[in-house]
């Protein structure tokens, strides 16, 4: 248990490191790069655009990130004590998390980046949390091999070029061919792609379960679900005002659960 609770503050601090990063390279290296096209237009200039995808990206991911923890899933203290009262709760929607040490609605896993549950409350923005932060990295790598490929003068046409960047990058580093700052890029663009596609599988399948109307609980403990619509599923965690939400990080979109909530 240590052990988690320690997990638990190291992996926000590592997400919060890599976004810094992230900000801090993007912002001192692959933007001035990008300056130097005199021919582009001011209002078009490649590295407006890159900007604001960027800021665009970045701000989603992080401004949801604040959401999933503000709106954490409410505490139902009363079902963990008595057999007695744990039948009061709305069953199978509820669990007790050993790491928060409380009792969630509609528990769908502890997420130890965020260093909280998962639940009903902050679903939708764990969803469009993961949805930005897989694009907000893998958009980074590829501005990250651009400059690369600038700065190195090396060619990424190849499938396999790729794959073959860092173990040739490690030996012209230790031979002075390659500086510290272009060896940390290259490690990044690595970690960008790591990232990028685990925070991309991770939203495949919450979106999965939510159109089966399932959390991640109620699977790994074989309970049965009533069947329904999948837009019904759909509407409830991401309201019928979806579209905002998915442009401006916002809790209330006018979803089901947060109607019931609020009654």
């Known amino acids: 248990m240590l052990a988690l609770r320690l997990l638990n503050v190291v992996a926000p601090a590592y997400f919060l490191c890599i976004s810094l990063v992230t900000f801090v390279l993007q912002l001192f290296l692959f ?32 401004g949801n990130y604040v959401l999933v923890i503000q709106n954490s899933p409410d505490d139902l203290g009363a079902c963990q004590s008595t057999s007695a009262k744990r039948a009061l709760c709305p069953p199978p929607s509820t669990h007790f998390c050993r790491v928060c040490a409380r009792v969630t609605l509609r528990h769908d896993h502890h997420c130890f980046f965020t260093g909280n549950c ?21 958009y980074s790598m590829v501005a990250g091999v ?14 396999l070029a790729f ?16 500086l510290g700052s272009e060896m ?4 990044m663009l690595y970690l960008w792609f790591a990232i990028g596609l685990a925070c991309a599988g991770f939203c495949c399948h919450q979106l999965l379960l939510i159109l089966r109307g399932q959390t991640r609980h109620q699977v790994r403990k074989g309970m049965a679900v009533r069947a329904r619509p999948w837009r019904k599923n759909l509407q409830e965690v991401f309201g019928k005002r979806w579209l905002l939400g998915l442009l401006v990080p916002m809790f209330n979109v006018g979803s089901e659960s947060s109607k019931q909530q609020d009654k």
Not at 35 to 54: K, N, V
Not at 122 to 127: A, D, G, I, K, S
Not at 150 to 156: E, G, H, Y
Not at 184 to 187: E, N
């Open 31 to 62: 933007l001035p790069s990008m300056r130097e096209d005199p021919a582009a237009a001011p209002l078009f200039s490649p590295a407006l655009l890159h900007g604001a995808l960027f800021l665009f990206l970045s701000a989603n991911a992080l």
């Open 184 to 187: 940390f890029v290259i490690l």
């Open 118 to 138: 998962i639940g009903s409350r902050n679903m939708r923005n764990f969803v469009l949390f993961c949805l930005y932060t897989s694009l907000a990295c893998l």
């Open 146 to 159: 651009a400059y690369i490929s600038a700065v190195l003068s090396i060619s990424f046409a190849h499938p």
């Open 163 to 178: 794959l073959t960047l860092l173990p040739t990058s490690i030996s012209q580093f230790f031979s002075g061919a390659v």
